[in-house]
């Protein structure tokens, strides 16, 4: 009878510690998530990557203005607490059109790496205008890809701006999905279906509140 106490107590033992472990690295991960992430903005010009930073930040801290030329130049970050969490937001030029010049392309990429802090969970923002869809944007997940690697896109969520467009259509997100071309619907769907929707005219917080939401889900899986 002892020994078979012995034995029940060694197998409650190494279930108590396994799950200790598992509850451990869930707390771990949950707590990583929570406290720094950074928020890496990505896109062609003129889909309102500087304006979503400002918008998360909520306040004006990259340049953003109308332009038939890109805007943004360099790689630029700034960081903000969003309920408790320190956000790290990364603007970038645009790197996909295939006009630019492959150094400079290379520098751009370089610089932005380097502004990760890589022991803080990344999620790239993929910005596109709702009411444009370009050729460039067609072939847009397979440069991303080459750029930052084949799994990022597990990383990423649609950021969509010109909110405003939907709703002077009276459309919602979904019905926008649902009507939009095929192939846009395809980068939605490699991306997870995660996707948020912008009006950067106006600094609504519960634009910045579901876009956190979306971000922890991820990181949470």
Do not use: W
Not at 72 to 78: H, P, S, V
């Amino acid at each position: 009878m002892g020994l078979f106490q012995s034995k029940k107590s060694s197998t409650d033992n190494k279930k108590s510690s396994k799950e200790s472990s598992t509850d451990n690295k869930k707390s771990l991960k949950e707590n990583h998530s929570v406290n720094k992430v950074n928020l890496v903005l990505l896109g062609m010009s003129g889909t309102g990557k500087s304006a979503s930073g400002n918008t998360i930040l909520g306040r004006t801290q990259f340049v953003s203005k109308a332009s038939s030329v890109s805007v943004t130049t360099e790689c630029q970050a700034a960081e903000t607490e969003i309920k408790g969490t320190c956000v790290r937001v990364i603007d970038t030029p645009d790197m996909f059109d295939d006009e630019i010049k492959s150094s400079v392309k290379n520098q751009h990429v370089t610089q932005c790496k380097q502004l990760i802090c890589q022991s803080d969970p990344c999620v790239y923002l993929l910005v596109m205008h709702v009411s444009r869809f370009t050729d460039g944007e067609r072939d847009i997940l397979r440069k991303f890809e080459e750029t930052f690697g084949s799994r990022a896109k597990e990383q990423t969520i649609i950021l969509f701006t010109r909110g405003e467009d939907l709703q002077s259509s009276d459309m919602s997100l979904e019905d926008f999905l649902q009507d939009c071309q095929a192939e846009l619907r395809n980068i939605v769907k490699q991306c997870g279906g995660r996707c948020v929707v912008f009006e950067n005219k106006t600094s609504r917080q519960h634009q910045v509140a579901a876009l956190m939401q979306t971000v922890n889900e991820m990181l949470n899986k």
